[in-house]
């Protein structure tokens, strides 16, 4: 798959607040820190290409927004990303993710716009899956500088560049998926927030501060299947 056009917006987070919002599982979620902090990410962006390995796309599945709210967690040891949302505009991609990855996936309506002159990314998304509680975004951003790559030992590097997701079963037992791709080709990053409902729906918003801002052109991704973690 590809992924274009990404926003990485970050906040740091008390990370007892964080904590409280993750699932019991088997094996554990052990929140990953940052200077002591954990940390909140929401990335909205666009995928294409998606298809499994060999096989071509399934009509309805090979191209949609997607827009995740995600943490960092480590279970066993290994460091990964945990989503507590990942909204989509593919009804059907919704539901083979959910039941393939078991990964919290919702119904939303999103529009992605390209604003000249630019290079502006407008994204609205605005979630209509049923009991999937409210959840709202609207942000303009814009790249700013040259791409570079994140250096090991920085906040940069430790936010982006996360090979590994998590994801729990209906009875709590948490499965691994091992994701290949270069270090992504990272830029500095402007954004206007509009609406920013993200995180209510799990009992709490967002700190009152500007967000940590880097922003992705493009990346092609290698995502395996989920194995027991």
Known sequence: ???????????????????????????PLELDLWEG???LGIVPFRMSGIRWRWLPPVPGT????????????????????????????SKLAVRVARVTFNLPYFDADISVESLTP??????????????????ELEVTYTPQGDPF????????????????????????????????????????????????????????DLPDQPPHLLYARELSVKAARPVAA
Do not use: C
């Open 149 to 204: 790559e994140a250096a090991q030992g920085t906040l940069e590097n430790w936010l982006t560049e996360r090979y590994r997701l998590f994801a729990a079963d209906r009875n709590g037992r948490v499965r691994r998926g091992e994701i290949q791709h270069v270090p992504w080709p990272l830029q500095r990053a402007t954004a206007h927030f509009g609406t920013l409902n993200m995180t209510r729906w799990l009992g709490w």
């Open 118 to 135: 630019g290079p502006w990314t407008r994204y609205q998304s605005r979630r209509t899956h049923r009991g999937g509680g409210e959840a």
């Open 62 to 89: 090979e191209a949609f927004p997607e827009l995740n709210v995600r943490t960092y967690v480590r279970v066993n040891g290994r460091p990964g990303v945990w989503f507590f949302s990942l909204d989509a505009s």
């Open 1 to 27: 798959m590809r992924w274009s056009d990404l926003l990485f917006a970050h906040w740091p987070m008390d990370p007892a607040l964080v904590r409280a919002a993750l699932p019991k599982t088997s094996p």
């Open 37 to 39: 902090s954990a940390w």
